[in-house]
């Protein structure tokens, strides 16, 4: 298909226009789309065998099973992918997460709901604004600052915790109510991050800008783009959405633990990465995400219902990653001879 | 040092898909000659030489040295029989000092224990052949371009060659550097290597080469000795069609007397230029010539607030500037398309419309921020045409793909399409073909007609002649002499930079 189109464009042009005949290549979009495709066809695949080796995979309880399951990752995998695109990671998300509602729950019999929240609110906004600083104005490489804030925050939270569980009432709706259909809130948030950030990163300024700075800082810059700016802007983005992941998740539980939400950063770079986004910067989607938290979802849900052990699950969980890549990377190699 | 290899090719044929890039191409060079390999791109010039260094399998073809047939399947296999391609695109360590560069791969070693001595002797020896005076411990991250592209070519020559190509070495090299590297050529066929020497400077094909080769929509379209030969019938072969080179472009005009769009006023920017004073106005296309390292390049970012003066006054548009970053140099009118294309002002992975419309973008979207990819889609349509790109004319096909005198096209058309007053350019032919070069500068004339002051930064003579309506020369930080456009001739630049007299 690509060539045939790579053809057409060829005749229409002079004689001296080898050169774009020859290094045909296929559009952006179309790269995109065949990636997106592929994984479509993964996760069609594997819900089309768990269909037919298990009865309960098809039912609604176990789809709203399977996105209760991501919302929580999801909802911080949407501004991660926006991180990654524009070359920057969050390793501190979890460390965040449970930073977030172990304030809440610590502070909550004695302060009333509104005053505790804004508290957990500024705690997730104030670990925002450190790796924002650290990585663009000290100029802290990502990876390296937010290995040091997850390390920092993870000891804050078992310090304020004491290291036990903190039970906390009367903050169980966001985490069990539900919508009509039986649908959780938590997972309509999700939605709606997902076609927040879906839209910010397709249709905004602010989202070119990530994509240009991911690409290449250095063009961005001369092209009027602060790339300091924008960068921060997106950890601020991030913790925002570590915020809300935290208050979901400590309200899900009913309980602050000292180590909830404990590998939430693998989870996160696990999907945004089988969802096609790129470790160089400048490339990958918000729908690439989303399928790649489902496939890893319905991979997990369908093996539960096999009643194959969890620890298989993240077997298959870290092979289905490796395969993704390796097979990208081979492509590109088959691709660029 | 070997001598009198004959390296032949004949019949050579390579397809990829269903597109034929070499068809039935003879190529000979023998040791003590310099071929010149002339074409646009895309004409087959990279396909033909990759064949012969081992990065592409020929589908039909034999290749002989010294008359036996031989098979070069792999780059190995192509420097055990002496042959090293120099390519256009720097391959090298940049964390690395000039020395280890050097010997990269060929560590001189005893045990398997690297002999720094005999290393940084080796090193030295070689610059010094090569008539370059290079710190050997520098890292070479720290280098400009036309100096790190010396280091590449030192590197080839501590194996034994005996042909050698050189894919447009010249490019980012300055007329002084360019000059050595001749003469170093020279030195190299002397000692009986074959070169083979590719480029788009019809100039340097004069300079260097006793037999020239023109490539065009891969067949030979023009074989013989440099003597026998015209620029012109050189430039017909290339492009398939007579071209008024001289031709001067239309629409020079004298300055009004209005406020300057860009005025430098004792500019200084502490060890590389100092008391720069000059203006550019609405209309003209001002050049600054000099070699690389001389200042112009850093003169010219001084408008788009890349540095920031030590001293001295930057006005544009009649008021003070003083930039902090290149945002606060754009928000005043002011755009600006660095040298090195692909590290400074491509976003590779990304669509030819985004390429086209990033600094745009503010001014394209809805209420300042939302902005469809359709609306972009629609922006570059409308370019495309006028820019004369040639694509596939799908705004979602990747810059990448684009050949480089076509992607410059869409980097001119961002700042066509962000309207600015003043525009600054760095070399902006350099890797450019013939073709798409003439098309550049109308595309810059066009743009000054329109109102818009242009200055080029520029270490091309060839280009300072045929694009200025006045020219600045720069040596060692400072203006040294100023030509209105019927007083400008290469000689008289060449002269006025000091190179005519051995070289500075």
């Known amino acids: 298909m690509d060539a045939n189109n790579a053809l057409v464009g060829a005749e229409s042009s002079s004689a001296t226009d080898v050169d774009d005949r020859v290094r045909r290549r296929p559009t952006l979009t179309h790269m995109i789309r065949s990636e997106l495709l592929a994984l479509i066809v993964v996760l069609l695949g594997l819900g089309l065998f768990f269909t037919l080796s298990s009865p309960f995979f098809l039912s609604w309880n176990n789809w709203l099973n399977i996105l209760s399951a991501v919302a929580v990752t999801g909802i911080v995998a949407a501004p991660a992918t926006m991180l990654l695109i524009a070359g920057q990671f969050d390793l501190s998300v979890g460390a965040g997460a449970a930073f977030v509602g172990a304030v809440l729950a610590v502070t909550l019999e004695s302060n009333g709901l509104a005053a505790s929240l804004a508290l957990a609110i500024a705690a997730g906004l104030a670990l925002g604004l450190l790796n924002g600083l650290l990585v663009s104005v000290v100029r802290v490489n990502a990876l390296i600052a937010t290995l040091g804030t997850l390390a920092i925050f993870r000891g804050f939270t078992r310090l304020i915790t004491d290291g036990q569980n903190v039970r906390l009432d009367g903050f169980s709706w966001l985490g069990t109510s539900r919508l009509p259909f039986r649908v959780p809130v938590a997972v309509a948030i999700f939605a709606g991050v997902m076609l927040l950030f879906g839209f910010i990163g397709r249709s905004t300024v602010f989202g070119r800008r990530i994509y240009a700075v991911g690409s290449n800082p250095v063009a961005a810059r001369l092209s009027g783009i602060k790339p300091e700016r924008v960068v921060f802007s997106g950890f601020l983005i991030s913790a925002a959405c570590v915020t809300l992941s935290g208050l979901i998740l400590v309200s899900q539980l009913g309980a602050a633990s000292p180590n909830a939400a404990t590998g939430l950063e693998f989870a996160v770079i696990t999907a945004v990465v089988l969802g096609g986004t790129t470790l160089a910067g400048g490339k990958g989607t918000i729908l690439g995400t989303l399928l790649g938290l489902l496939i890893i979802a319905v991979l997990n849900n369908g093996l539960t219902l096999l009643n194959i052990s969890s620890f298989w699950q993240e077997v298959a969980r870290g092979t289905l990653l490796i395969l993704a890549v390796s097979l990208d990377q081979i492509r590109r190699r088959l691709s660029n001879k | ?504």
């Open chain 2, 1 to 504: 040092m070997a001598r009198g290899i004959r390296l032949e090719a004949t019949g050579l044929s390579k397809s990829f898909g269903r597109i034929q890039v070499l068809r039935d191409v003879d190529l000979s060079v023998e040791g003590g000659e310099v071929l010149a390999l002339l074409g646009e791109n895309g004409a087959g010039k990279s396909t033909l030489v990759k064949a012969i260094v081992g990065d592409h399998q020929p589908d039909r073809g034999v290749m002989k040295i010294d008359g036996d047939s031989v098979r070069i399947a792999s780059p190995a296999i192509a420097q055990a029989l002496g042959i090293r391609m120099i390519f256009q695109e720097l391959n090298d360590a940049p964390t690395l000092s000039v020395e280890e560069n050097i010997s990269l791969g060929t560590w001189p070693s005893r045990w398997g224990l690297v002999r720094r001595s005999e290393m940084r002797t080796r090193a030295v020896s070689i610059l010094s052949e090569l008539g370059v005076e290079l710190d050997v411990e520098s890292l070479v991250g720290t280098l400009r371009v036309g100096e790190r592209q010396i280091v590449e070519i030192a590197r080839a020559l501590t194996t034994s060659v005996r042909c050698l190509v050189l894919d447009e070495p010249t490019a980012a090299l300055s007329d002084g550097e360019a000059e050595r590297l001749f003469e170093f050529i020279e030195r190299l066929r002397e000692r009986g290597v074959a070169i083979i020497y590719i480029t788009h400077r019809l100039d340097e094909v004069f300079r260097v080469a006793d037999r020239v080769q023109v490539l065009r929509d891969g067949v030979v379209a023009l074989d013989g000795a440099t003597k026998d030969l015209s620029r012109q019938a050189l430039i017909e072969a290339m492009v398939g069609r007579t071209l008024d080179e001289g031709a001067r472009s239309a629409g020079r005009r004298a300055n009004d007397s209005q406020v300057a769009t860009l005025r430098l006023g004792n500019a200084t920017l502490g060890g590389t230029f100092s008391d720069v004073n000059l203006e550019v106005h609405r209309g003209e296309i001002v050049a600054l010539y000099g070699k690389v390292g001389s200042g112009s390049a850093e003169v010219a970012e001084t408008a788009f607030g890349v540095h920031r003066l030590d001293s001295g006054e930057l006005w544009i548009n009649g008021c003070e500037s003083k930039f902090r970053s290149p945002s606060d140099a754009l928000a005043s009118g002011v755009g600006f398309l660095p040298a090195d294309r692909q590290r400074e002002a491509l976003f590779w992975v990304r669509s030819v419309a985004e390429n086209l419309c990033a600094p745009s973008w503010g001014r394209l979207a809805r209420a300042g921020m939302f902005l469809s990819p359709r609306a972009e889609g629609r922006t570059y349509r409308e370019w495309h045409g006028p820019l004369g790109v040639r694509s596939l004319g799908d705004p979602g096909q990747a810059i990448s793909t684009l050949s480089g005198g076509n992607q410059q096209k869409v980097l001119l058309g961002r700042w066509l399409e962000r309207r600015c007053d003043l525009l600054v350019l760095l070399e902006p032919t350099r890797g450019v073909d013939v073709g798409a070069r003439q098309e550049l500068y109308r595309l810059l004339r066009d743009l000054a007609c329109a109102g818009t002051a242009v200055i080029v930064s520029t270490s091309d003579p060839e280009e300072v002649v045929f694009l200025a309506d006045r020219a600045f020369v720069i040596a060692r930080g400072t203006l040294v002499a100023e030509f209105a456009s019927d007083e400008l001739t290469m000689d008289r630049l060449a002269e006025a930079a000091g190179l005519v007299a051995g070289a500075a």
